[in-house]
């Protein structure tokens, strides 16, 4: 099937692992133009350079963490300065937190709330001028089934997660005006390198393996599919729904999570 994504372009946040990195390859692998952001300067550039030597697109890396205000404008300047406009944007960086509501600080929610929520507001009002430029876009939001279906051991993430896909509704609503798509996904266990690095670290010293504690997570939140998605599964996904091949998609939230969520969302 051709996507019809040949030629344009996308700014993926969290793009150097996990979730981030397999959807700026599949992105490039469509033909995309892609512009990847991370905390660290050395990783975007290599995987950057990496990417755009494998599928011959222009890919540049921008050094940026999202929950800073002043990020945003790097980012900004950045595409304007390479492409002068934008088609994608795939608010994907994130991370969890296991702190209680009783235990976590003011300013553990309030840097959550910046990195899940306002990082999405700020590159919004950021890019959309961009995409208008360029004749309309797609913003996909990574959520989470946490929102909807919260783990028990991590409010913040869930919390803000919830929000985030309440903003991306909104968002959705406000910006089909302008041509521009808004959708949320929202996964549920995806083998990324930090459920890898969190199963090493619970079981170092233990008679367990890091693959047997995955299993086990697996078995407790009772996934029907039985096992982590990869984040390449979810990348052909999240491909799909920034093609002009899902164009009457708006609005919606996207369960990828092999059965895991137990109620009608």
Partial sequence: MDLKLKGKTAVITGGTVG?????????????????????????????????????????????????????????????KTEFGGLDILINNAGTGSNETIMDAPDAKWEYYWNLHVMAAVRLSRALVPLMEAH????????????????LGYEPIYNVTKAALVMLSKNMANEFIAKKIRVNTINPGLILTPDWRKTATQLTEGTDSTADQYLDQVVKDLAVPIGRFATPEELAHFIVFLCSPVASYSVGSSYYVDGGMLKTIA
């Avoid at 959807?23 to 952001?37: D, S």
């Avoid at 995987?47 to 002043?70: F, L, N, W």
Wanted: charged residues 20%; negative net charge.
């Fill in 135 to 150: 004749g309309g876009g797609v913003i996909l939001n990574n959520a989470s089934i946490c929102a909807t279906q919260p």
């Fill in 19 to 79: 979730i981030g990195l397999a959807a700026a390859e599949g992105l490039a692998r469509e033909g995309v133009h892609v512009v990847i952001c991370a905390r660290s300067r050395a990783e975007v550039h290599n995987q950057a350079k990496r990417i755009s030597v494998a599928h011959d697109v222009k890919a540049i890396g921008v050094e940026a963490d999202v929950s800073d205000p002043e990020a945003i404008a790097r980012i900004a300047a950045a595409v």
